[in-house]
């Protein structure tokens, strides 16, 4: 018996899966991702990360941007580590962290409009 095949729904490196206005998020102790590709998103998500190092790389990547903004802020217990504020179409913010474990990451969507991605990994 021979079987043939192919896939059809092959998706190039950046292509965001998931629904308009509902984030995909994989929550792991060796990295943390989260991406939404959101329309008119009014929103706080906030995740207590199962990230456990003490030297972090943040990498949050904007595109298609076209309206609103998003909060980022990064936790460790009640202490701010980072936080940044996106509005506009800069596609690509990198930050490290250095000595704390991040513990919380909240994003808060206002009126945003676009693709949004943040990665937190580990770094020597």
């Known amino acids: 018996m021979l079987l043939s095949g192919c896939r ?4 190039p490196p950046e292509a965001f899966i998931g629904t308009k206005n509902s984030a995909v998020v994989d929550n792991f102790r060796s990295y ?3 991406q939404i590709d959101a329309e008119n998103l009014d929103m706080i998500i906030s995740d207590s990360l199962k990230f456990r190092t003490n030297n972090a790389y943040i ?7 076209s309206a609103g903004n998003v909060d980022v ?13 996106i509005n506009s179409n800069k596609n690509n913010y990198k930050f490290s962290i250095e000595g704390q474990v991040p513990s919380r990451v909240t994003l ?8 949004f991605k943040i990665k937190l990994l580990p770094y020597n």
């Open 8 to 11: 059809e729904d092959i998706l």
């Open 59 to 65: 990498e949050i990547l904007n595109f298609d941007y």
């Open 108 to 115: 808060r969507f206002s009126n945003f409009t676009g693709k």
């Open 32 to 34: 943390y991702n989260l």
């Open 73 to 85: 802020s990064l936790f460790n217990g009640l202490s701010l580590l980072y936080v940044s504020s």
